[in-house]
């Protein structure tokens, strides 16, 4: 049955059996009414025995009515609820855990990306720009941007930019305001060759936010840092052109020894035969 259809019916029967039910209780006053006047004229006509039974048979009846209509209440109450509230609170329910930030992402930025698709640099930085001021503490619009800077348009500097004003513009949970220090520190170290300003990031992470994983990271990039430093230093490139050079030595004196053995037995005559 159409919902619309049966949403119409069960009003009209409940409220069809409610004054049904009101009826009785007026005929049972009217009945009692009418006892009461008898029994004051002393009941000359003897009516009041006739009128006490029809009075207990109504009773009887008003009161399987009311069981009647109470269950007929709370299967109205229950098809209404099935029927409406429950699927409203299981929308509200689905839509708080699945329509996550995933979803936001997909409405505000898909057109953002879809223009990068398109090679459309400039619009798309434009439409994510948007992105950032309808969702202002959601950082992925401002890595977008600096990610086309710096890969699409091959200007890291104004990727740094980006992502310092970003950082710098309001107070980002720490999450966010650690990934926009990582980030700053990888540009200024590879894109830039800034390894002071780098370390510098990295140090004000560990200052910052100590005892963190974040901090714990920081100083796993310094070491590794460090260690990329130190294989490219003079004095390790030194240190390792003896060891070169006495590799080609040797190599160089074997060649050596052998062609003069080669030398010496062409030159060295026929033995005789003296038997």
């Not at 992402?105 to 948007?130: H, N, P, T, W």
């Not at 990329?228 to 050079?245: N, R």
């Not at 190599?251 to 062409?266: G, H, I």
Request: proline content about 4%; hydrophobic content about 45%; aromatic content about 10%.
């Amino acid at each position: 049955m159409n919902k619309s259809i049966l949403c119409w019916i069960l009003p009209l029967v409940l409220g069809a059996s409610w004054i049904i039910f009101a009826n009785s209780g007026k005929k049972m006053d009217a009945i009692t009414h009418q006892i009461q006047l008898a029994e004051d004229k002393g009941d000359p006509e003897d009516v009041v025995p006739k009128l006490r039974d029809a009075l207990q048979g109504m009773e009887g009846e008003r009161t399987f009515q009311g069981i009647l209509l109470t269950f007929l209440n709370a299967g109205v109450i229950g098809v209404f609820f099935v029927i409406y509230v429950l699927p409203f609170f299981a929308q509200r329910v689905s839509h708080s855990i699945f329509d996550s930030a995933e979803v936001l992402e997909k409405d505000f930025m898909r057109d953002a990306r879809s223009l990068v698709a398109q090679g459309e640099y400039q619009r798309a930085i434009e439409s994510f720009k948007e992105c950032a001021r309808a969702e202002p503490l959601n950082r992925l619009p401002w890595m977008e941007i600096g990610k086309i800077q710096e890969v699409y348009l091959a200007d890291p500097a104004a990727a740094i930019e980006t992502l310092q004003h970003a950082l710098d513009q309001q107070e980002w949970p720490m999450e966010d305001a650690c990934y926009f220090l990582f980030r700053l520190a990888d540009l200024y170290y590879g894109a830039q060759g800034d390894r002071a300003a780098a370390v510098a990031i990295m140090n004000h992470v560990i200052e910052q936010f100590p005892d963190t994983r974040h901090s714990g990271n920081a100083h796993h990039k310094l070491h590794v840092w460090s260690r990329g430093e130190l294989s490219k230093s003079p004095a390790v490139e030194a240190a390792s052109e003896p060891v070169i050079d006495e590799a080609a030595k040797l190599v160089a004196e074997e060649a050596e020894f052998s062609e003069r053995l080669r030398q010496k037995a062409a030159d060295k005559p026929d033995a005789v035969d003296l038997s």
